[in-house]
């Protein structure tokens, strides 16, 4: 039986695009779809603008002619037969040639060659994930199943395709995981099996660093991180990317306090903008081992690996604050830390209450004191520089920050330096 898609749920100019795809498909004697995610989300009532369209045909060809109905670019990954199209109002949607794709060896790269829609849907990775779209003007909005993937979507099963789809594609553990969480639907039992033995393959060995990273940043970008990161521990999906890898037992409480600090930075530190992602992954990595070594696993860029690490430093420093410290010596102590460390310092729940109101105050006001007095302004006043001028600036700047002085003048007296 045919089923069409309801489409109130789709914006009015995105439903308009599909429309022209579909007539221009049709002027160019091609079968032309929607796919994939934009699909499984319609039928979910989530919204996603991500479009993907399969071509029966030469995807690259067509998206350069709809690109120049449009007035848009489009630009080539001939490699893979796909395009992508910019419009001018910035909107990119992206066109695959329908394949068939072979996997020389596991975890590697497919190769391609052209296929039809139903060769191209079952090559995919999971039943609510090979659904398509007709849009064809006299079948637009037909659906596409041949996998049976509404059938699964409308039961809450994510399921594989095929036996091997773990194994040529390992990044498909991460996906799952992650449509469980995100829908919370449920990994079909076989599939939870095939998991645990493409897992115990070593398959994740065979993919590259970069793979694994941008699966596990796509899982840290998801609402329901926590559900995903529980299961990901189930199947001992860190430990296989390295033994030493431990999740901390306490990761809901840093998960809650990770998204606190992204709220709170956001409304307070505005002149500021941290690094969200350095926050999220505080809560993944958390000894100065597991950073060292999965950090170099997962090929971490150098400048998250730091602030990571001098984050599991910086205990040290917190434990020298005092009910007492003067503001000067909680700028001293807090100054070398990258705000994000401390943004999530600040949100911890052992945080006693006095310490955060410390962590807050230098984040929100000290850091951005700026100094009355500068070694410019002593040289003006005809001293010579000398190792002495950081000691006196830092003297100067201590008692403004404690609001012993609080003008140039008063700052010039407390150095005991004439005019
Ligand atoms: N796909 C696949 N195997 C992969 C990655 C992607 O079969 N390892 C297919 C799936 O059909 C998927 C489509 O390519 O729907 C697009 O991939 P992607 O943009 O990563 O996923 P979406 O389905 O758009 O899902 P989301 O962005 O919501 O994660």
Aim: proline content about 5%.
């Amino acid at each position: 039986m045919r089923e069409f898609l309801g489409l109130s749920n789709i914006s009015p100019q995105i439903c308009r695009l599909l429309q022209e795809i579909g007539k221009l498909g049709e002027g160019a004697s091609r079968s032309v779809y929607v796919v994939g995610g934009f699909v499984r989300d319609l039928l979910i009532g989530r919204e996603n603008l991500d479009i993907d369209i399969v071509v029966e045909g030469d995807a690259v060809e067509f998206a350069y002619q709809l690109a120049k109905v449009w007035g848009g670019k489009a630009q080539a990954h001939h490699q893979f037969k796909t395009a992508t199209v910019t419009r001018p109002d910035m909107l990119k949607l992206d066109f695959v040639s329908a394949r068939n794709e072979t996997y020389p060896s596991p975890g590697a790269l497919p190769s391609v060659e052209y296929g039809t829609v139903a060769a191209d849907l079952c090559r995919r990775d999971f039943s609510i994930n090979a659904l398509a779209m007709r849009l064809q003007p006299n079948a637009f909005g037909e659906l596409v199943d041949c996998t049976d993937g509404l059938r699964d979507l409308r039961a809450g099963r994510i399921r594989t395709l095929h036996e091997r789809s773990f194994i040529d594609d390992p990044t498909r553990i991460f996906r799952a995981i992650r449509y469980e969480g995100r829908y919370s639907f449920q990994i079909v039992e076989a599939d939870q099996q095939r998991i645990l033995d493409a897992i115990n393959q070593g398959v994740l060995n065979l993919i590259s660093a970069q793979r694994i990273r941008n699966e596990i940043d796509h899982i840290l970008s998801e609402a329901a991180a926590p559900q995903m990161v529980n299961r990901m521990c189930e199947f001992d999906l860190f430990g296989a990317v390295d033994p030493t890898w431990k999740i901390a037992p306490n990761f809901d409480a840093l998960w809650a306090a990770a998204g606190q600090a992204i709220e709170w930075a956001s409304i307070s530190l505005t002149n500021a903008p941290i690094n969200t992602r350095v926050i999220l992954w505080m809560t993944l990595l958390t000894s100065p081992m597991a950073i060292e070594v999965v950090g170099s696993r997962l090929a971490l860029e150098n400048q998250l690996c730091t602030k990571l690490s001098v984050q599991t430093h910086m205990e040290h420093a917190l434990n020298a604050l005092s009910v007492s410290s003067k503001p000067s010596e909680v700028y001293q102590l807090l100054n070398p830390y990258p705000l994000e460390a401390l943004v999530f310092a600040l949100m911890q729940p052992h945080q006693p209450d006095w310490r955060a109101g410390k962590i807050g105050n230098y984040l929100t006001h000290l850091r951005d004191v700026q100094p009355l007095v500068n070694g410019d302004d002593l040289i003006q006043r005809g001293l010579k520089p000398s190792r002495a001028f950081a000691d006196w600036l830092w003297k100067a700047f201590a008692a403004q920050l404690d609001g012993k002085v609080s003008t140039t003048q008063e700052a010039y007296q407390f150095l005991d330096i004439k005019k």
